[in-house]
Each structure stands twice: as structure tokens, then as C-alpha cells.
């Protein structure tokens, strides 16, 4: 007697959940889930070496079991968000912005100092980023005033965004954070083009951005001196570089095999910033294609999407939010093969980190939200809408 098969919700069916399933991407849904799972699984890899490195902590798979907690909740967070509507998107990301710009505002007077920045909140079993938090928030919250600017209604959207944009970096360079300063004006960058800015601008912003640039490497001393460890490396320590690369090339093409990796327990922050090359080393090259190719295809695939939204505010927020977690993969992994100098940031989804978990399982469910299948979002044939210019 054969059973036939039947899917956990019928077509007729008209709960909520029901209809959530129908009608989100199922496979940005799978990739990210996915991620996930390696990001645990890579944390058994890495835990008893990053342990080794630090003797208070006795438990050898203490950060692996803390990452299967913050894994289970940026899913729950990932999940429920994507129930949302494009308006509770809207609130959520202003609510997620607003909390992070008070939030950062503090730091000089209540934050931890590690490493010389004072990025982190002390909350007992935890430690809070805020600006983990600020990123898909302002995103969100600038497609919303570049598409109130393009009604023409007399909204000054864009003055609002770049209020709101300059406020963000200003308080990351406090801390300071460059890297996600770079991310966030960037992205932010990208949307403001999407949203329909002349091409006459384009060369004005591109100018800004490469002024801004010199301008830090003068500001900051640490940026300097990664920027002359990367172009000199003969003259300078590169140890965290040199291992982490000793580590990728160690892996080969199918890597040395679970647990047993050798030159992971020379890397610093293997389990943070470099866990790349944690699975480089035990998967080899097969799994780091795999785990881009993942990425690349949550970007893509999630651009398409965007790209034949109806509403110019959802698809110019949904672009952004898939934009910023690839730039953000791109960076760490760029990073991890040596290819732009080194800089604090994790790989979404997988990196060890309960702000950054969090915050990614937000922006993936804010993005899947934003491109569920709802009546109207996706009229038949539907292309880039027609787009009022936000600027002369």
C-alpha cells in the first residue's frame, strides 16, 4: 500500500500560518536556514579551540551550546517577522533604528571598552551590539522616506534619511566602528540609487565617498596602520592574517575532516570574524563554494524578487536588506582570504555572536516579508514600477 504525499497546509486553508507558508520564498527561506545550521555545526568545530585560547572557561563546547541558543532565537525572530505585513516591517524597522541610535548614545557613558571600541552593553549572561541592530533599520526606514519623497507630497524624505543617515555613522565613529560604517553607507548608498537618483549624482556621491575614505585613514590611527599591514605585510605582524590563511590553504579541496583541524588553534577570533577559515581547513574548498554559493543565491534570488515588487518602497527596502547581508559576507570572506585588510565582522548566520544572530535573523525576516507573494505585490508581467525621480 503506497501513502501519497500531502504538504503540511492545504492550498484552502486560511490561517495565518497557513498562508504564510504559501506565500514566502521557501527557498530564501531553506538558505538561510541552512546557514544556520552551519553556523552550529561550525561551532562545534571551533569552540574547543577558542576555548584553548582563553583557560576561564572549562567547558570546551561552551560557545557552541551559547550559539545553539542565539540560533534558536534569531530563527524564532527570523520567523516571526516574516509574518509581518510591508507596514509592520515599516514599524519595525523604525522601532529597531530608534532603539539602536539611544542605545549607541550611551556607549561612551555605559558601554564596555574591548580591543580599544566601546561597541558593547554589559547585560549580565550577555553582551548587546546595538549597531547590529541599526543596520536593517535604516535601511527600511530610508526606502520609506525616498519613496514618500517620490509622491511628491511635499514630504522631505530625502533630508530626513540623510538626517537620519548621518546621525548613525557619526555615533559608529564614535565607538569607533569603520567596517560598519563602510557597510552602512555603502548599502544606504545603493538604495538612494535604487530609489531614483539622477546619474549626475552618482559622481557627486562617489566623490563624497572617496573624500569620506581619505578622511578616515587621517582620522584613525587603527585604520592606518591595517591599511600598512595589508599593503606591507613584510614590514608589520600579520599573525592573525598569516594563520588564518595557513588554515584555508591546510584544507585542500575536501578539508582535513571533522575535528581535526591543526592550524585553527593558531587563529585569533577563529570563532568570531574568522570561522571561514575554521571551514576551510576542516571542509575544504567544497564547502566554502558552498557556503558562498548560499549567499549568492540569497542575493540574487532576492534581488529578482525585489525587483518585481510593485510598491517602490518595497522593493527599493527589500533590495537594501538583501544587499547588506551579502556586502556583509563579502567583506568577512574577503577579509578571511586576504584580499582587503582585516576588520571585525562577522559572517551572517554563522559567525559566533548572539547581537549579530539576531540582528541577521531580523534583516532575513524583514526581507522575507517584504516579498511574500500578497494580492497586488506581484501583478503578472510586472517589472521595475515607473519611478518618480527623488532629485532634480
Given at each position: 500500500?503506497?501513502?501519497?504525499?500531502?504538504?503540511?497546509?492545504?492550498?484552502?486553508?486560511?490561517?495565518?500560518?497557513?498562508?504564510?507558508?504559501?506565500?514566502?520564498?521557501?527557498?530564501?527561506?531553506?538558505?538561510?536556514?541552512?546557514?544556520?545550521?552551519?553556523?552550529?555545526?561550525?561551532?562545534?568545530?571551533?569552540?574547543?579551540?577558542?576555548?584553548?585560547?582563553?583557560?576561564?572557561?572549562?567547558?570546551?563546547?561552551?560557545?557552541?551550546?551559547?550559539?545553539?541558543?542565539?540560533?534558536?532565537?534569531?530563527?524564532?525572530?527570523?520567523?516571526?517577522?516574516?509574518?509581518?505585513?510591508?507596514?509592520?516591517?515599516?514599524?519595525?524597522?523604525?522601532?529597531a533604528l530608534l532603539g539602536a541610535?539611544?542605545?549607541?548614545?550611551?556607549?561612551?557613558?555605559?558601554?564596555?571598552?574591548?580591543?580599544?571600541?566601546?561597541?558593547?552593553?554589559?547585560?549580565?549572561?550577555?553582551?548587546?551590539?546595538?549597531?547590529?541592530?541599526?543596520?536593517?533599520?535604516?535601511?527600511?526606514?530610508?526606502?520609506?522616506?525616498?519613496?514618500?519623497?517620490?509622491?511628491?507630497?511635499?514630504?522631505?524624505?530625502?533630508?530626513?534619511?540623510?538626517?537620519?543617515?548621518?546621525?548613525?555613522?557619526?555615533?559608529?565613529?564614535?565607538?569607533?566602528?569603520?567596517?560598519?560604517?563602510?557597510?552602512?553607507?555603502?548599502?544606504?548608498?545603493?538604495?538612494?540609487?535604487?530609489?531614483?537618483?539622477?546619474?549626475?549624482?552618482?559622481?557627486?556621491?562617489?566623490a563624497a565617498g572617496m573624500a569620506?575614505?581619505?578622511?578616515?585613514?587621517?582620522?584613525?590611527?587603527?585604520?592606518?596602520?591595517?591599511?600598512?599591514?595589508?599593503?606591507?605585510?613584510?614590514?608589520?605582524?600579520?599573525?592573525?592574517?598569516?594563520?588564518?590563511?595557513?588554515?584555508?590553504?591546510?584544507?585542500?579541496?575536501?578539508?582535513?575532516?571533522?575535528?581535526?583541524?591543526?592550524?585553527?588553534?593558531?587563529?585569533?577570533?577563529?570563532?568570531?570574524?574568522?570561522?571561514?577559515?575554521?571551514?576551510?581547513?576542516?571542509?575544504?574548498?567544497?564547502?566554502?563554494?558552498?557556503?558562498?554559493?548560499?549567499?549568492?543565491?540569497?542575493?540574487?534570488?532576492?534581488?529578482?524578487?525585489?525587483?518585481?515588487?510593485?510598491?517602490?518602497?518595497?522593493?527599493?527596502?527589500?533590495?537594501?536588506?538583501?544587499?547588506?547581508?551579502?556586502?556583509?559576507?563579502?567583506?568577512?570572506?574577503?577579509?578571511?582570504?586576504?584580499?582587503?585588510?582585516?576588520?571585525?565582522?562577522?559572517?551572517?548566520?554563522?559567525?559566533?555572536?548572539?547581537?549579530?544572530?539576531?540582528?541577521?535573523?531580523?534583516?532575513?525576516?524583514?526581507?522575507?516579508?517584504?516579498?511574500?507573494?500578497?494580492?497586488?505585490?506581484?501583478?503578472?508581467?510586472?517589472?521595475?514600477?515607473?519611478?518618480?525621480?527623488?532629485?532634480?
Open positions: 500500500m503506497t501513502e501519497s504525499y500531502s504538504p503540511a497546509f492545504s492550498r484552502n486553508d486560511q490561517s495565518p500560518i497557513a498562508k504564510w507558508f504559501w506565500t514566502v520564498d521557501r527557498g530564501l527561506l531553506a538558505a538561510a536556514l541552512t546557514l544556520m545550521a552551519l553556523g552550529v555545526a561550525l561551532s562545534f568545530a571551533s569552540s574547543p579551540a577558542a576555548i584553548n585560547a582563553d583557560q576561564s572557561i572549562g567547558d570546551p563546547f561552551h560557545y557552541s551550546w551559547r550559539m545553539m541558543v542565539w540560533g534558536s532565537m534569531g530563527l524564532a525572530l527570523m520567523l516571526t517577522s516574516s509574518l509581518l505585513s510591508p507596514r509592520g516591517v515599516r514599524r519595525i524597522a523604525v522601532l541610535i539611544v542605545t549607541m548614545m550611551a556607549l561612551p557613558f555605559i558601554g564596555d571598552e574591548v580591543k580599544g571600541a566601546a561597541r558593547w552593553i554589559n547585560l549580565g549572561p550577555f553582551s548587546l551590539q546595538p549597531s547590529e541592530f541599526a543596520k536593517p533599520g535604516l535601511i527600511v526606514f530610508a526606502a520609506w522616506m525616498f519613496a514618500e519623497a517620490q509622491k511628491g507630497q511635499g514630504v522631505p524624505g530625502v533630508s530626513i534619511a540623510f538626517a537620519f543617515w548621518a546621525l548613525t555613522v557619526g555615533l559608529l565613529l564614535i565607538q569607533p566602528d569603520i567596517g560598519q560604517t563602510l557597510l552602512v553607507t555603502t548599502t544606504f548608498m545603493a538604495v538612494f540609487f535604487m530609489a531614483g537618483v539622477p546619474l549626475k549624482w552618482v559622481a557627486v556621491i562617489a569620506g575614505l581619505v578622511s578616515l585613514y587621517f582620522a584613525f590611527g587603527h585604520m592606518r596602520d591595517r591599511l600598512s599591514r595589508f599593503l606591507s605585510p613584510e614590514t608589520t605582524d600579520t599573525h592573525q592574517i598569516d594563520r588564518a590563511s595557513e588554515a584555508i590553504r591546510a584544507g585542500g579541496l575536501v578539508g582535513r575532516g571533522v575535528g581535526e583541524g591543526v592550524m585553527k588553534r593558531h587563529v585569533p577570533d577563529l570563532h568570531t570574524d574568522f570561522i571561514y577559515s575554521v571551514g576551510a581547513e576542516e571542509f575544504g574548498l567544497v564547502l566554502s563554494l558552498a557556503m558562498i554559493g548560499l549567499y549568492a543565491f540569497i542575493v540574487v534570488r532576492g534581488m529578482k524578487r525585489a525587483m518585481k515588487l510593485n510598491d517602490a518602497y518595497e522593493q527599493t527596502a527589500a533590495a537594501g536588506l538583501f544587499m547588506l547581508i551579502g556586502l556583509q559576507a563579502c567583506i568577512n570572506i574577503a577579509v578571511n582570504l586576504n584580499l582587503i585588510p582585516t576588520k571585525g565582522m562577522t559572517l551572517p548566520f554563522i559567525s559566533y555572536g548572539g547581537s549579530s544572530m539576531l540582528a541577521m535573523g531580523l534583516t532575513m525576516g524583514l526581507a522575507l516579508a517584504l516579498t511574500r507573494r500578497r494580492p497586488g505585490a506581484y501583478e503578472p508581467g510586472a517589472s521595475l514600477p515607473q519611478r518618480r525621480r527623488i532629485l532634480p
